[in-house]
Nanobody
Framework: QVHLVESGGGLVQAGGSLRLSCTAS????????MGWFRQAAGKEREFVAA????????YYADSVKGRFTISRDNAKNTVYLQMNSLKPEDTAVYYC?????????????????WGQGTQVTVSS
């Protein structure tokens, strides 16, 4: 079992920045591929970014590419999402997720463990 706790959400103006953190406890963090997803009100949960176990490779949704950066610190059991140039359409609850199986996946159902989510609101 892996327990994930997100933090760092909040209210920010368009063009601003936020950094989300997700700290894991339980099993060995470095064994898991990590992802960030988001869910806006009335919409499906969507993939945002993912990172391999070592942090050597990252993947992004087209909508955030060039603005968001995913990273991890295995010594701190934490994965981050740096969000710059935020837009009102980035408003959502952001979730981190852990995947134990091989390969990075972008479908939510491929992930084994989820955090409770943190709200990000971008005002225009």
């Amino acid at each position: 079992q892996v327990h994930l706790v997100e933090s760092g959400g909040g209210l920010v103006q368009a063009g601003g920045s936020l950094r989300l953190s997700c700290t894991a406890s339980g099993r060995t963090f470095s064994n898991y591929r990590m992802g960030w997803f988001r869910q806006a009100a009335g919409k499906e949960r969507e993939f945002v970014a993912a990172i391999t176990r070592s942090g050597g490779n990252t993947y992004y949704a087209d909508s955030v590419k060039g603005r968001f950066t995913i990273s991890r610190d295995n010594a701190k059991n934490t994965v981050y999402l740096q969000m710059n140039s935020l837009k009102p359409e980035d408003t959502a609850v952001y979730y981190c997720a852990a995947r134990s199986a091989m390969y990075i996946m972008t479908d939510a159902y491929e992930y084994d463990y989820w955090g409770q989510g943190t709200q990000v609101t971008v005002s225009s």
